[in-house]
């Protein structure tokens, strides 16, 4: 079945690098996203990846992905207090005429010391 | 960037009445729009699939006489809670897509609690 996976919860201190990580099971998967969501608001996109890639970099923001390993991870170098947020992976299962449904992982809590 | 647009925010209704919430997409047209719920503290859980000119997609455990979905064109979808109860208070998100590979944007989300 479609599963993802993700721990619950990351502590770091203001300045030190975060990096949340995340595990999917369908091999069929087309992109591997990671959306951000602040308390009391929606998900804001913070970056994609295809499965044909292995890494993906956007200013702070680092994904790499192993797919033999079904795994995701997202780096944010130089974690700033405005990062504090639930992090969410998500896997979009192909399904015909429609790559959108998306499923989610349970969210990565990240609080920010600073 | 794209952006999809919630409303409203926040509502607070009385049990027995009805609420609609509205999902635009300002800057793109979305073929497809997704709705789900989310409880405090959890994942979100995928609802519905709303199609432009055709019925809605449940997913199973959804109410579709309950949770009435209408995307009557392809900046606008509403999810309609019929005869609001207090299990139904949540927060709801809806989410667009232009179609095909383009990833998805997501609403601020509605505030749902129902007294």
């Known amino acids: 079945g479609e599963d993802v996976e993700q721990s619950l919860f990351l502590s770091v201190r203001e300045g030190d690098s975060s990096v949340i990580n995340c595990t999917y099971t369908?091999?069929?998967?087309?992109?591997l996203y990671w959306y951000k969501q602040e308390p009391g608001a929606g998900l804001q996109l913070l970056t994609y990846i295809f499965s044909n890639m292995d890494m993906k970099q956007d200013q702070r923001l680092t994904v790499l992905l192993n797919k033999k390993d079904k795994h995701l991870s997202l780096r944010i170098a130089d974690t700033q207090t405005g990062d504090s947020a639930i992090y969410f992976c998500?896997?979009?299962?192909?399904?015909?005429?429609?790559?959108?449904?998306?499923?989610f992982g349970q969210g990565t809590t990240l609080q920010v010391k600073p | 960037g794209a952006v999809v647009s919630q409303h409203p925010s926040r509502v607070i209704c009385k049990s027995g009445t009805s609420v609609k919430i509205e999902c635009r997409s300002l800057d793109f047209q979305a073929t497809t729009m997704f709705w789900y719920r989310q409880f405090p503290k959890q994942s979100l859980m995928l609802m519905a699939t709303s199609n432009e000119g055709s019925k809605a997609t449940y997913e199973q455990g959804v109410e579709k006489d309950k949770f009435l979905i209408n995307h009557a064109s392809l900046t606008l979808s509403t999810l309609t809670v019929t005869s609001a109860h207090p299990e139904d208070s949540s927060f709801y998100i809806c989410?667009?897509?232009?179609?095909?590979?383009?990833?998805?944007?997501f609403g601020n989300g509605t505030r749902l609690t129902v007294t």
């Open positions: 989410s667009a897509s232009a179609g095909g590979s383009s990833p998805l944007h």
């Open positions: 369908d091999s069929s998967s087309t992109y």
């Open positions: 998500a896997e979009s299962i192909r399904w015909p005429g429609n790559t959108g449904k998306l499923i």
